[in-house]
């Protein structure tokens, strides 16, 4: 039996315990934020004098209206597929997992009959469209994008962390990747969007009116990896030949969901780039709705579901990175920027604004 004085100790420490979670769970963490005029100070700096510009082989927008899904095959990201129905763990290790083993094998094999389905009856339409523009960053951090004759067509607003990080430490913003019109060089830049969503409501409902909501749901589950192969696919064809920045790239599957390769291509609402406007002007520049069918609900969500739009990025210094949070000032300076009311902008700004 405990001793008075354990008992005293051991009901001591859970107190303590006690008191520390509560404290723990209502903490307030102050975080501190740099000035918007600091952090652009502070901007990752590229030597643009010294830097060589790659001009892109193909200038202008593309489009393609039926894309083989046999070539897209190869590209997809099953990992992504398991978690979507809450299988955790990494394709193909998956199937070596004690707990989730078995169901994850059961639940691809399935999906393999599926996905036959789909390339034999070519029961999905899957479309894109891109385009590669002359393009400069302003000290604003907005990135101009010019047709053919130099004139101004859209611009691409960008956002920069301000959360304060040690001295020397660079504040970003995906303009950083852009040569400034300071520079007086010439730079380029991309934009996209592809789909596999055409064709997917009308299948599913097929297995829906069967009571086949397994089935149904996999065929939206399917759709989804094949828009994100093909974004895979669609980026490799223009690093390698329609801007050709890197054409001796010989990158296996792995290596390409890894992000291995030269240049990004971040997408509006993601870490980088969380504000989800943007792309209005994506859609403006490429006419994404006339020439393929793709359309912004009032959330700015894309319909079909199964797409993909972002930006390219050619730069050997561009990378991903998380925008985190964002002060007062530069909501303000955003809103200024993109002509909308403060109220507007903090709406849909929210979730990045620091408290």
């Given at each position: ?7 005293e ?6 107190n ?17 934020y ?9 901007k ?134 852009i040569a ?72 296996s599957?792995?290596e ?66 998380g925008?985190g ?19 507007e ?11």
């Amino acid at each position: 039996m405990l001793g008075d004085r354990t008992k005293e100790y051991v009901s001591d420490l859970k107190n303590d315990y006690s008191d520390f979670r509560e404290k723990f769970l209502n903490r307030q963490i102050d975080k501190d934020y740099v000035s918007i005029q600091d952090a652009r100070r502070d901007k990752f700096k590229i030597d643009w004098e010294n830097e060589e510009i790659f001009t892109p082989n193909n200038l202008g927008i593309q489009v393609f209206q039926d894309q083989d899904l046999n070539e897209l095959v190869p590209f997809i990201d099953w990992s992504p597929f398991f978690r979507s129905w809450d299988l955790h763990g990494k394709y193909p290790n998956i199937f070596d997992d004690e707990v989730v083993g078995a169901q994850a094998k059961e639940l691809f094999k399935d999906a393999q009959v599926i996905l036959k389905k789909i390339l034999d009856g070519k029961l999905l339409t899957a479309k894109a469209i891109f385009g590669i523009f002359k393009a400069n960053s302003t000290e604003s951090d907005d990135i101009l994008i010019f047709d053919e004759n130099d004139k101004e067509q859209v611009k691409f607003l960008t956002l920069r962390q301000q959360l304060q990080k040690s001295k020397g430490k660079d504040y970003i913003a995906l303009s950083d990747f852009i040569a400034p019109q300071s520079s007086g060089k010439a730079d380029y830049m991309g934009a996209f969007c592809v789909t596999t969503g055409f064709g997917t409501d009308e299948l599913s409902e097929e297995y829906e009116k069967a009571n086949d909501d397994y089935n149904a749901i996999m065929v939206k589950a399917l759709a989804d990896r094949f828009a994100e192969a093909y974004a895979e696919f669609l980026h490799k064809k223009v690093r390698t030949e329609y801007w050709g920045y890197t054409n001796q790239e010989t990158l296996s599957n792995e290596e390409l969901i890894a992000e291995k390769y030269k240049g990004i291509r971040p997408a509006p609402g993601y870490p980088a780039c969380p504000d989800h406007l943007e792309k209005h002007a994506i859609w403006d520049l490429l006419k994404v709705e006339e020439e393929i069918g793709v359309y912004l609900t009032e959330s700015l969500a894309m319909f079909p579901t199964a797409a993909v739009s972002g930006y390219y990025f050619g730069s050997p210094h561009a990378k991903y990175f998380g925008l985190g949070k964002i002060a007062e000032d530069q909501l303000k300076d955003y809103s200024k920027r993109k002509g909308i009311s403060l109220q507007e902008a903090r709406k849909w700004l929210s979730p990045n604004l620091a408290d």
